[in-house]
């Protein structure tokens, strides 16, 4: 629902990912008063959205983080400067007036601020749909599986043939009735690693098949009929299942952002050593932020959004200085 007043704030973060969470965190610590916004339901970003069950190796600090571990403790640390969260909006225009921005969301929520950060990932991202999936998303199909814990004693069929469908196998494999895989082509473009341990757990690999159709009642899914290759003949063949998981990739895009004045760049927003884009006052940081020898990742991501939200204070502020201090000070 949009909320009715305008949102007033020093700094509106455009993407709660990592980066936009530390970012949040930062702006805080600088006596920023932030608002965050994310097209997605939840906070966590790609991190949240697609492998919130993975162990993460390469974050500063953490020889091995969970990635729902990891967002969890980032929204603690923001926490303590109380950003004010407006979770599934997107950021749709944005226009500039006596030297403050204004941010239209897709509800017509309006924030004005005094600078942007754009941390928007890679965008938005929206699933591929499962083909004869229509009418059932939500209802037994889903493309991500944000809790675990909620497929316990399901059957559940995973659709894909890419890592993300065989890291949902192997995370559902503990805890659900039965998994089974369905790809329609007979190779795979995962790890082979990961495929290998798919096949040594024993989870059935169904490939050279489509899903023809989806069947159930007012309590949800029950059955799965797909369609199976076999000697130039197509065979059907029906899987029970509660839970589809549709990991058929996902397609992203900028959107908005892509009209808000910047300098683009192979979908990236171009920015100068502060992170500063072409537009006084409009930062980016994080994936969606390119620069020469860029290197997108999570810890990449934590370094920019300090340089930039410690530039973001002084451009607020030519008297403030735009080293921090040392948080152990505090
Ligand atoms: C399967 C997988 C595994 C990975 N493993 C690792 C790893 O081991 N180590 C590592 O360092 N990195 C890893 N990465 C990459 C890492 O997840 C990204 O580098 C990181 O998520 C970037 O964070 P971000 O906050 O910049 O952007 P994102 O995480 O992409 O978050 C951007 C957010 O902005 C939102 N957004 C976009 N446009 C708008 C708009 N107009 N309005 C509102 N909201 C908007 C999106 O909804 C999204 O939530 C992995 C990525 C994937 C897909």
Known sequence: MATSSPIDVDLLIVGAGPTGLFAAYYAGFRDLKVAIVDSLPEAGGQVTAMYPEKMIFDVAGFPAVLGRDLIKALVEQADQFKPQYLLGKQAHELSE????????????????????LITAGIGE???????AGDGWLGRGVVHFVPELAVHKDQDVVVVGGGDSAFDWVLALHPIAASVKLVHRRAKFRAMPATVRQVEELGVPIITDAQVIELRGDADGLREVEISVKRDGA??????????????????????????????????????DTTMKTVRDRIYA????????????????????????????????????????GHSSNL
């Open 234 to 271: 197509d065979e059907p063949m029906v899987l029970p299942a509660q839970t589809v998981v549709a990991a058929l990739g996902f397609t992203a895009d900028l959107g908005p952002i892509e009209s808000w004045g910047l300098e683009l760049d192979h979908r990236a927003v171009t920015v």
């Open 125 to 131: 991202f929206t699933p591929r749909p499962l083909p």
């Open 97 to 116: 007036m006596d030297g403050r921005f204004e941010a239209r969301l897709h509800d017509e929520t309006v924030v004005r601020a005094g600078a942007v």
């Open 285 to 324: 940081a994080g994936d969606v932020a390119q620069y020469p020898g860029k290197v997108k990742l999570i810890a990449t991501g934590f370094g920019e959004a300090a340089t930039a939200v410690n530039n973001i204070a002084v451009a607020l502020n030519p008297d403030a200085h735009l080293f921090p």
